[in-house]
């Protein structure tokens, strides 16, 4: 028979208890034992719901408080030495709140320290523990906790499957320096790691566990050689342990990895082919014939309903190759889809009849490998026959595919995609129209979201507040923003976004094709959950979005008011997209809706308009070889967004980051006239950027970090300002925050902002 498992599954809950109870624990409303009892009958339930629905294994493992690579460093016995665990690890169990320490910086017991660095795992967009490594790092096993699991799991009575971040990737995500602050090589340290992975194993089979998932998502990558040959190192050292090891490959194909895999000396091989399907084939061919392949066909990182009946005979040939060799599996952890679909009641039937979420996936999961043996129960088949329906009407639905929009979509020409003049001339045109002076200072858009602005946005939704109360407030905070960016002397001030809850979800909420879940929350950090929009149909602007906001902003000064929206890559990348056609086709579509806001900010007076695209980089692909076509459809659609407006009409764009190095001609493609970027943490990485190519356009390189509470020194800012300048011509430098303004207090802008408009005119006196 087919065997039927997840790689893993969401640990928030299905009413994210757990970011509850953890935070509850934070702040010492609950003790220990009662987040720990809480974290319990979690696993419980997921394992529960696991048998449930049919699946063979549970997979243990996937539990984590805060996160699951924090706890393989934990497992490792890897804390760095700020956190003073050198006790707890001698004694092999570091304490919950040392992890809570490393992850947040401080946690309810011990001393605080600087947290972790936290970066983006792999292109998810959940957010892991980036493990610290130095040389001459020695490791130890220091948390009984994965056995305590096994455990719990077994008393239960489930058939067990442990699941574990592999050795390679653990270290691969994490990131090794010396005293003396330069990288050093992570492999020297990959001895000391197996030595306790050993140990691991070999506890887990005196437990009775008889498969291990080592994941091993580096395989999806570009890897030097010195990583493929530390591969077949690892794992020959690892074979010798008494446990059968399933390699988990995710996210991607295996490439030019896929010999590497399929030769290592394991039990079995996960690959994922919903992302990858392509490499089914090459994988059966080379599969040496004792060794178990997981076939990941459900897929875990989206929310759609799986087509069981087409994958039944897709897989066909596999079942039939393999036998009983085959397993069926998510191609991912769930850990990237919501809970449940089922507390979804609003949600119309439609649509949610086209839906599953991390529950049903389980059902679906369980189906296939019955269908595939045949021997799927009279519920089961009639589940195919519901999927197969839903589908259909999946397929036919009037309001997925709508005509005016593939109408536009045939009509988009070279000119759609290109600003009329070149940004030299635009420069002139624009600096007739904008009057601005030498280093014009701008917001990247939003400004503190106060208490009171939450608590109407609240009382609003809740129906307590009325549309035209709640918008006269919110025309009153207009007010008082523009009011307080005048007084400051702010050039080009914005109208602060207080009507903004997110900067997805606010456009999303406004134009048809996008749905929104009430409860489809997924763990993004630690206890930080957000609800991605739905993107299931075609994307058509009713009426226009952000009109009236800004012509409002705009009629209370003779300033130029910069209007505010966010980019198709971003409202593209922060959402779930419909799998039925390429991604770029559905980016092309948001990007004409964008374009008539955009046409339509023009027309009410709005001088400049700002798009900003913070997802543009984190979009990707996972293989270098893939970047330059991402590239390419990305800048198209911003361009195709942005390109709709005469030439005096001024673009801007903002980036979180400042890492263009590699990408710096694609962000210079976007021929946006301004774009604003983060570089006030790192003065010396913009300088990188811009060391070998001549950045054509305006640029604002942030002069203020707002991620920190201290209020930035004028003299600071003016010498961060010479530095760009020495890269670039000054009339083309703009002086502004690094970022929006919104989880700051008033406090802490105004006297910022004050020095910021003061080092600008430093900058004027000393250049002008
Ligand atoms: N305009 C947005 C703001 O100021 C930009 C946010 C972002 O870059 N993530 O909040
Ligand atoms: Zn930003």
């Not at 997981?294 to 005979?313: T, Y």
């Not at 000064?557 to 959402?575: D, N």
């Amino acid at each position: 028979m087919t065997l039927a498992h997840v790689i893993g599954y969401p640990r928030i809950g299905a009413d994210r208890e757990l970011k509850r109870a953890t935070e509850a624990y934070w702040q010492g409303d609950i003790d220990q034992q009662a987040l720990e009892a809480i974290g319990r009958d979690l696993r419980l339930a997921n394992w529960a719901a696991q048998r449930e629905a049919g699946l063979d294994l549970v997979t243990v493992g996937d539990f984590a408080f805060y996160d699951q690579v924090l706890d393989v460093s934990v497992l490792l016995g890897a804390v760095p030495a700020r956190f003073g665990a050198e006790e707890e690890v001698a004694r092999g169990e570091v304490a919950l709140d040392t992890a809570f320490r490393m992850a947040r910086g401080r946690a309810p017991s011990g001393e605080p320290a600087a947290a972790c660095e936290m970066t983006k795992y792999f292109d998810t967009n959940y957010h892991y523990l980036v493990p610290e490594l130095r040389p001459g790092q020695r490791f130890r096993l220091a948390s009984s906790r994965l056995f305590d699991q096994v455990d719990e799991a077994r008393s239960a009575g489930h058939p067990v499957k442990v699941a574990l971040t592999g050795p390679l990737t653990w270290l691969w995500l994490g990131k090794g320096r010396s005293d003396a602050g330069d990288d050093f090589d992570r492999l020297a340290l990959l001895d000391g790691v197996l030595d306790v992975y050993v140990e691991v194993l070999q506890r887990l089979a005196g437990q009775g566990v008889e498969w291990v998932q080592l994941d091993e998502t580096a395989l999806v990558q570009d890897l030097p050689l010195a990583w493929r040959q530390a591969f077949e190192r690892a794992y020959h050292r690892l074979q010798a342990a008494p446990v059968r090891l399933l390699l988990a490959s995710c996210f991607g194909g295996l490439g030019d990895n896929l010999s590497l895999a399929v030769g290592l000396p394991v039990e079995g091989l996960h690959i994922d082919v919903v992302r990858a399907p392509a490499q089914l084939e090459a994988v059966l061919d080379r599969l040496l014939p004792h060794k178990v392949l997981s076939v990941g066909a459900i897929d875990g990182r989206n929310v759609w309903r799986a087509d069981l009946a087409l994958l039944r005979e897709r897989l066909a040939t596999a079942r039939m190759r393999l036998g009983e060799r085959l397993w069926i599996a998510t191609s991912c952890s769930l850990l990237h889809v919501p809970v449940d679909l089922a507390a979804e009641t609003t949600l119309d039937a439609e649509l949610g009849s086209w839906l599953a979420f991390a529950r049903q996936k389980l059902d679906e999961t369980a189906a296939l490998a019955r269908l595939l043996d045949g021997r799927a129960t009279a519920a089961e088949r009639d589940r195919v026959e519901a999927a197969s329906r839903a589908l259909q009407s999946r397929r036919e639905a009037p309001r997925l595919h709508r005509p005016e929009v593939a109408e536009r979509m045939a009509g988009i020409t070279a000119a759609d995609i290109r600003r009329r003049s070149p940004f030299a001339e635009r420069a002139v045109a624009q600096q007739r129209h904008l009057a601005l002076p030498l280093f014009p200072t701008t917001t990247i858009g939003s400004f503190p979201q106060t208490a009171e602005i939450r608590a109407d946005r609240r009382a609003f939704k809740a129906g307590e507040l009325s549309c035209e109360a709640y918008e006269a407030r919110m025309r009153e905070e207009i007010a008082r923003v523009v009011a307080r960016q005048e007084a400051l002397g702010i050039d080009m001030p914005v109208h602060g976004e207080p009507e903004r809850n997110d900067m997805v979800e606010y456009f999303g909420e406004q134009l048809d094709g996008y749905a929104f879940t009430r409860f489809g929350w997924v763990q993004s950090y630690g206890t930080r959950c957000v609800k991605p929009p739905i993107l299931f149909g075609d994307v058509v602007r009713p009426a226009a979005m952000t009109v009236r906001w800004s012509e409002y902003a705009q009629s209370l000064t003779a300033r130029p008011m910069k209007g505010m929206l966010t980019g198709p890559v971003t409202l593209l990348q922060w959402s779930f997209v419909r799998d039925d056609q390429p991604r770029e086709t559905t980016c092309r579509q948001i990007a004409l809706a964008l374009r008539d806001e955009v046409v339509d900010l023009e027309a009410a007076g709005i001088r400049a308009i700002q798009i900003d695209e913070p997802a543009l980089r984190e979009g990707l692909p996972l293989r270098r070889a893939e970047w330059q076509g991402y590239l390419d459809w990305a800048v198209e659609c911003f361009r195709l967004a942005a390109s709709g407006v005469r030439d005096e009409t001024q673009i801007h764009t903002h980036m979180c980051y400042s890492e263009f190095n590699d990408i710096i001609e694609s962000i210079a493609a976007l021929d946006a006239d301004v774009i604003t970027i983060e570089t006030s943490r790192s003065a010396m990485e913009l300088l990188d950027a811009f060391q070998d190519f001549a950045y054509p356009n305006a640029i604002g390189p942030g002069v203020y970090d707002i991620h920190s509470p201290n209020i930035p020194e004028v003299a600071w800012m003016v010498a961060l300002m010479e530095k760009a300048a020495e890269r670039i011509p000054v009339e083309r430098l703009w002086v502004n925050p690094d970022c929006g303004l919104k989880t700051r207090g008033w406090a802490e802008v105004e006297p910022a902002l004050a020095n910021m408009v003061e080092a600008a005119r430093e900058l004027r006196r000393r250049h002008g």
